[in-house]
């Protein structure tokens, strides 16, 4: 069994002279994490930094795989954007998720074969051939999490992927993502989406707010956001 950890020291991050996120210093390392805070508190940079999109501007991140500190960790780690149109780039499914299998060096038949199992693992099996332009919003957004599924990362991290999809189409999402085997940090403000989480994160202005089981960080996030909404 992978057991994965993400070590944070100290982190901090800077862009055009503003503090997006303040010497975080946290030990990841439970199954399921939400991450929640107000629009611009630094979680969609957090997220970046921790698939190593982004370096950070001062402190240190540590990967670990089974108590071992990985070389390479950006390919333990595997994210799915806000946007599904920022990250599907070819013409039929079977191609988009053949991608990331052939740039981990995967020949041509293992592609064909892992993509094959990922769209029978979600009970996609149909869509194989179909262009990526028929599908829906909320089909794009499986999409995109089958891709990562299938270079099998030991962490997923969702920015945001429930944005701007209906309430059905946001519970069968939210269903797939909850039967996911890796280690799943999930940034949403979607709040009923993580009350099964392990541990939840409130982030404000940069920095940790609160820190907890899901009952006790939602409940505090929920009663601080009704206090600060304008009438």
Same mark, same amino acid.
């Given at each position: 069994? !992978?057991?994965?950890?993400?070590?944070? =020291?100290?982190?901090?991050?800077?862009?055009?002279?503003?503090?997006?996120? %303040?010497?975080? *210093? @946290?030990?990841?390392?439970?199954?399921?994490?939400?991450?929640?805070?107000? =629009?611009?508190?630094?979680?969609?940079?957090?997220?970046?930094?921790? +698939?190593?999109? !982004?370096?950070?501007?001062?402190?240190?991140?540590?990967?670990?795989? =089974?108590?071992?500190? &990985?070389s390479h960790p950006n390919l333990k780690i595997g994210i799915v954007f806000q946007n599904p149109d920022h990250q599907i780039i070819f013409g039929t499914v079977? %191609?988009?998720?053949?991608?990331?299998?052939?740039?981990?060096?995967?020949?041509?038949? %293992?592609?064909?074969?892992?993509?094959? @199992? *990922?769209? &029978?693992?979600?009970?996609k099996t149909n869509w194989i051939n179909l262009s990526t332009s028929t599908l829906s919003q909320g089909q794009r &957004?499986? @999409? +995109?999490?089958?891709?990562?599924?299938a270079m099998d990362p030991a962490i997923i991290i969702l920015d945001e992927v429930f944005s701007g999809l209906d309430l059905p189409t946001t519970k069968a999402l939210d269903t797939y993502i909850k039967n996911l085997p890796q280690m799943i940090?999930?940034?949403?403000?979607?709040?009923?989406? @993580?009350?099964? +989480? =392990?541990?939840?994160?409130?982030?404000?202005?940069?920095?940790?707010?609160l820190d907890g089981s899901p009952k006790s960080v939602l409940n505090e996030y929920s009663k601080h956001m009704l206090r600060n909404v304008n009438l």
């Open positions: 069994m !992978i057991k994965p950890k993400l070590v944070l =020291n100290e982190i901090s991050y800077a862009a055009f002279g503003k503090v997006i996120l %303040e010497e975080l *210093t @946290l030990t990841l390392d439970e199954k399921s994490i939400g991450i929640i805070g107000r =629009n611009g508190s630094g979680k969609s940079t957090l997220a970046k930094i921790l +698939c190593g999109l !982004i370096d950070p501007s001062k402190g240190k991140l540590e990967v670990f795989i =089974n108590g071992k500190n &990985q079977e %191609e988009e998720i053949g991608f990331g299998l052939k740039n981990l060096g995967y020949s041509k038949s %293992e592609v064909k074969k892992k993509t094959a @199992l *990922t769209l &029978q693992k979600f009970d &957004q499986l @999409l +995109c999490i089958m891709s990562v599924f940090i999930h940034i949403t403000h979607s709040l009923s989406s @993580l009350e099964k +989480c =392990n541990r939840v994160i409130w982030l404000d202005y940069g920095k940790v707010l």
